[in-house]
């Protein structure tokens, strides 16, 4: 089974930058698209951003030119890069593994960090 765990999280000013880091072990990355979902406060949890495992990169467009998903293999770390952060970007954040292409419907959740921008 695959364990995950999300750090990085913390309150920032709008503007600012945050980078989320998400540490996978009982698995590789080889059979598992993996990425990064939120959830605000009253609503429901959306995917932010995806590598696929074959499909490439997806990112939601409220995110878009702003965060970067990236991967280290050889670590079995996911991370997000998250800049010009802007108080509807407040939400927790959580890592995910989904069992192959499907972006769409994780397998695997982290606990989840709070990302808290003030205006």
């Known amino acids: 089974e695959v364990h995950l765990v999300e750090s990085g999280g913390g309150l920032v000013q709008a503007g600012g930058s945050l980078r989320l880091s998400c540490a996978a072990s009982?698995?590789?990355?080889?059979?598992?698209?993996i990425g990064w979902w939120r959830e605000a406060p009253g609503k429901e949890r959306e995917g932010v951003s995806c590598?696929?495992?074959?499909?490439?990169?997806y990112y939601a467009d409220s995110v878009k030119g702003r965060f970067t998903v990236s991967s280290d293999v050889a670590k079995n770390m996911l991370y997000l890069q998250m800049n010009s952060l802007n108080p509807e970007d407040t939400a927790v954040y959580y890592c995910?593994?989904?069992?192959?292409?499907?972006?769409?419907?994780?397998?695997?959740w982290g606990q989840g960090t709070q990302v808290t921008v003030s205006s």
């Open positions: 590598i696929s495992l074959s499909d490439g990169t």
């Open positions: 009982g698995s590789t990355f080889d059979d598992y698209s």
């Open positions: 995910m593994f989904a069992y192959g292409n499907d972006c769409i419907d994780p397998t695997y």
